[in-house]
């Protein structure tokens, strides 16, 4: 029976080994190709220059805007309400109240749809219910709601790991609640919600699916604005991949590596983050 469980524990692993190495080398092979061919077109024009039918001059700077405002709008709206939402059920929420269960349990069911549904949702409530357009905004709000179950269960995991024995200590001491949670628990919880943010972040960064469905269009030749039309890294990505010429191809590949360096960023970041301020309790 020993013999059997240990040859059944080694072929498991065997195969779970041999899953991480196949998907590991996929991903090798998809770096090398699109570094070949992207590397020789990542200069100044395709940073600076707006897209353009000549494939000499054009470049994506309406899109790495687009991205760069989506990524800054989103820090605005996902950490206050994400951390908020999460202090709210860990420190003070009654566990015993009906909206309270009914919260979390939609918060985890919600981290687990699909983000074409947030599209469909940002495309019926935010683009035509309340009138808001097709603009930057609708899209930064849209993938807030993507990401926002994400950030809050990350935050709400980051609380929860400080020691109840801070918490007691600074009440034995006559601290109201909000100064313990203020002054105690959110400080020492910092790097787990950074982390999290930054890494819903990312992830919002390089969704395409929400900002198709809103009305991202494929084609901007100027400088976004907040209320204007707009378009995303992602999006021009595809669109360079769709034109007939095969320079475009490789316009698309050094558009890739430039997601990649922002993705890459955030992510480097967030490690940085974590490791600097972890404390072991």
């Known amino acids: 029976m020993t013999i059997g469980r240990a ?3 080694g072929v498991f692993k065997g195969l779970l080994l041999f899953s991480l190495f196949v998907g590991f080398l996929m991903l090798v092979v998809l770096l090398v190709d699109v570094f070949r061919d992207g590397l020789p077109y990542l200069d100044l024009a395709l940073l600076t220059n707006p897209p353009s039918s000549d494939p000499a001059i054009a470049g994506a700077r309406p899109a790495i805007l687009a991205t760069l405002y989506i990524g800054i709008l989103l820090l605005l709206f996902v950490v206050p ?6 202090i709210y059920l860990e420190e003070y929420a009654d566990k015993t109240r009906w909206y309270n269960r009914l919260l979390e349990i939609n918060i985890q069911n919600l981290a687990a749809v699909p983000s074409i549904v ?12 309340i009138g808001l357009g097709r603009v930057l905004l609708a899209g930064a709000m849209i993938l807030t709601l993507l990401v926002l179950p994400t950030v809050i269960i990350a935050a709400r995991e980051a609380i929860r790991s400080v020691p109840d024995s801070i918490r007691q200590g600074a009440y034995a001491l006559g601290a109201t609640q909000w100064q313990v949670v203020s002054r105690q628990v959110l400080p020492a919880a910092i790097p787990g919600i950074a982390t999290g943010s930054i890494l819903a972040l990312s992830r919002a960064i390089g969704e395409t699916a929400p900002l198709i469905m809103i009305g991202a269009v ?3 030749s100027f400088d976004p604005t907040i209320l204007g039309p707009f378009t995303a890294l992602p999006i021009q990505i595809y669109s360079f991949l769709r034109l007939p010429q095969a320079e475009f191809k490789l316009l698309a590949a050094a558009s890739i590596i430039v997601l990649l360096a922002i993705l890459l960023t955030l992510n480097a970041f967030a490690i940085f983050i974590r490791n600097r301020y972890r404390r072991t309790w």
């Open 81 to 86: 309400i994400g951390v908020f939402t999460a």
């Open 7 to 9: 040859l059944k524990g």
């Open 218 to 220: 494929t084609y901007i």
């Open 118 to 129: 947030y599209g469909i949702l940002g495309l019926a409530f935010l683009v035509r219910g």
